[in-house]
């Protein structure tokens, strides 16, 4: 039976799927979504994450245009409804319902106190959004997050630990802007980048079209060995 909380925010409350380890108190990660919303991707990752000892919660970020978004990503038709979820998402918003969820995280009885974000695509630049913007938490991991390169002007308030995962053929972020992006995280002394060969944009996304098993695990051990030295 699938499990979520409610996230009290400033501007309204929404819910959050979260999976629980199965000791406590533990260190929890907020894992943020793609444009297909918390689905079962997103799920998998949090109920992963959970199996490594981290409580794991995914909040719905589309709640203000859509609640309980939860699409397929083997399906156009969903691709398209997340898309157009996506283009019109407030990104200003989105950071202070994540503040919400990271607040709330860190108060519920089962946690430590110590939290990470975690996310991937529109989840990873709303990490990088919220870790130039907040720092009322432990550490920051982005996989592929299309649009960053936008607000490296923000970098300057990085203070949270960042570790960043690129793939080299991305569709949606050129090489240029890859270039740019590491260029500029190279200047921050808290901040990694690993960037992954021969792979596409969503490389580590269970069931999705350019999976590639090898670079996942790769990237998973490289997080979850980051997410343990800050966390634990």
Same mark, same amino acid.
């Given at each position: ?6 996230? *009290? ?8 799927? %979260? ?35 981290? %409580? ?23 691709? /398209?409804?997340?898309?157009?979820? &996506? ?11 994540? *503040? ?18 975690l996310g991937y695509c529109l989840g990873a630049l709303m990490v990088f959004l919220t870790a130039v913007r907040y720092d009322g938490f432990d550490a ?16 300057? =308030? ?16 050129? *090489?240029?802007? /890859? ?7 190279? *200047? ?7 960037? &992954?060969?021969? /792979?596409?944009?969503?490389?580590? =996304?269970?069931?999705?079209?350019? &999976? ?11 997080? &979850? ?8």
């Amino acid at each position: 039976m699938l499990s979520y909380i409610s996230i *009290k925010g400033q501007e309204g409350t929404f819910s959050a799927y %979260i999976a629980r380890p199965k000791t406590s108190p533990a260190a929890a990660v907020i894992v943020l979504q793609e444009l297909f919303g918390v689905n079962a991707d997103i799920r998998k990752t949090c109920d992963e994450l959970a199996e490594q000892g981290f %409580i794991a919660v995914a909040p719905d970020l589309f709640w203000r245009q859509e609640p309980g978004v939860d699409l397929s990503v083997t399906s156009e038709a969903d691709w /398209q409804h997340g898309l157009r979820l &996506y283009q019109a998402y407030n990104r200003d918003a989105g950071v202070k319902d994540i *503040k919400d969820t990271i607040n709330t995280v860190r108060n519920l009885p089962e946690c430590n106190g110590k939290v990470a974000i975690l996310g991937y695509c529109l989840g990873a630049l709303m990490v990088f959004l919220t870790a130039v913007r907040y720092d009322g938490f432990d550490a920051a991991v982005a996989y592929h997050g299309a649009d960053t390169e936008k607000y490296l002007g923000e970098l300057d =308030r990085l203070n949270s630990p960042l570790l960043m995962h690129l793939a080299e053929e991305d569709e949606f972020i050129t *090489k240029a802007a /890859q270039a740019e992006i590491k260029a500029a995280l190279a *200047k921050k002394p808290n901040t990694t980048v690993y960037s &992954y060969p021969g /792979q596409n944009h969503a490389f580590s =996304r269970h069931g999705g079209v350019h &999976y590639n098993a090898e670079a996942t695990t790769l990237a998973y051990e490289r997080t &979850y060995s980051f997410l343990n030295r800050q966390l634990r």
